[in-house]
Each structure stands twice: as structure tokens, then as C-alpha cells.
């Protein structure tokens, strides 16, 4: 798609996401900078590659690793898997925001804006995940932050993998690249999801008894 083409469709998209238009077609909003519109293209599939295996399977892999490998080494696994995701998270954050800068389309649509809301809290998450490691030194019990840590983690990753699904449709993604993104985003996620409501399930049914650090976290 070429650059004038991707920014009319992205503008009707983001117009049709904020209510019908009483005065015709949509319209390319006025603050779109024209002589960027050629970085549009490379930019914005920098964006989608780098969210979509961050989201897609980085993220999903470290968290599906810490609770497969039962030692040390599963949370050696969990932690460089998630430094490479924020690597790509960041990454795509930067290309993401530059694209809507051009597009002028920064944070005025529904994909930007919970995409940034999921960004701002996985920027908070390692931070909590060193408080709770600590505290269960200490305790040698989860806590409050075990739980912050976990359900944070949960709840952000699958925001995240909806909102690359958005993403797409937004950059008008062809057919192909929508399955694609779809199948392997959805057998890491079916995976994480299934692996996390087991050790969930286990975690309600042993609530009473001391659980190791491992299975918590």
C-alpha cells in the first residue's frame, strides 16, 4: 500500500471508530505531516512485527516457560524471554508513536490508546516482580504483590495480543497476515491460557498450604 493510500485508509478507520460522519466521506485529518507520509509504510510494519512477537509469542513463551521448567533455570528463561519482549515492546512503542505522529493519529483512536495503557503497566511490572520476589525472601508466602505480579501479567498480555488484532485491521492488513498473526498469537495464548488456569486451579485447591516461590510467581 502506498504511503497517501495507507494514511486515507487509517483515517477513515479511526473517523468510523468515533461515530458516523454527518458530512460525507471521512476526511485525512489536518495535522497529517505529508512530506513523512513515504516512512509511513516501513514504520508501521517495524510496529506490527515487533508487537506482534513480543505479544505473540515472546511474552506468552517466558511466562509458559517459567511454569514448565521446575528450577532455577525455568525463571532464567522467564526473565530473558521477557527482557527480549521489552526490547520489542519498546521498540514498537517508539515506531508506533512515529507513525502516529505522521498520521496524526497519536492518541485519538481506540489502538493507540490501550496500547499505551498496556505499555505504561508492563513498564511497572518488572518493578513488581522485584518487590515480590523480595517480600517472598522474606515471607517464604505469596502476597499481595505475587498476585499484582501475576494478574497484571495476565490480564495486559491478552490485552495486548486484542490489541494487535486492532492493529491490523487498522494498518489494513491483508488477509494473510491477519491468520497468520492469528494462528500463532492464538496457539501461544491458548497455551499460556491453559497452562495458567492449571497451576490457577492447583494454587485455589492448596490455597491453605505454603507454596514454592516457582509455582507463584
Known amino acids: 500500500m502506498n504511503p497517501f493510500a495507507f494514511a486515507v485508509s487509517f483515517a477513515a478507520f479511526c473517523t468510523a ?77 517508539a515506531t508506533g508513536i512515529r507513525v502516529g505522529k505522521i498520521l496524526d493519529r497519536l492518541h485519538n483512536n481506540g489502538h493507540t490508546i490501550l496500547g499505551t495503557v498496556i505499555v505504561v503497566f508492563l513498564l511497572i511490572q518488572p518493578f513488581i516482580g522485584l518487590w515480590h520476589h523480595h517480600q517472598f525472601k522474606k515471607t517464604q508466602s505469596a502476597g499481595i504483590w505475587t498476585h499484582a505480579h501475576i494478574w497484571i501479567g495476565r490480564i495486559f498480555l491478552l490485552l ?39 497451576r490457577q486451579g492447583k494454587v485455589i485447591l492448596k490455597e491453605k498450604e505454603t507454596t514454592p516461590e516457582m509455582a507463584q510467581t
Open 160 to 198: 495486548g495480543l486484542i490489541n494487535g488484532g486492532t492493529g491490523l485491521k487498522l494498518a489494513d492488513n491483508t488477509t494473510g497476515g491477519i491468520i497468520s498473526y492469528a494462528v500463532v498469537a492464538g496457539v501461544f495464548g491458548v497455551a499460556y491460557v491453559a497452562i495458567a488456569a492449571l
Open 17 to 93: 471508530q468515533e461515530g458516523p460522519s454527518l458530512n460525507g466521506p471521512p476526511q485525512l485529518p489536518p495535522g497529517i505531516i505529508y512530506e513523512d507520509l513515504h516512512l509511513v509504510p516501513a514504520f508501521a510494519k517495524a510496529h506490527g512485527v515487533a508487537m506482534g512477537i513480543a505479544f505473540g509469542v515472546i511474552f506468552p513463551l517466558g511466562a509458559i516457560l517459567l511454569r514448565v521448567i521446575r528450577s532455577k533455570y525455568g525463571l532464567y528463561a522467564h526473565i530473558g524471554c521477557q527482557l527480549l519482549a521489552y526490547v520489542l515492546m519498546i521498540a514498537g512503542l
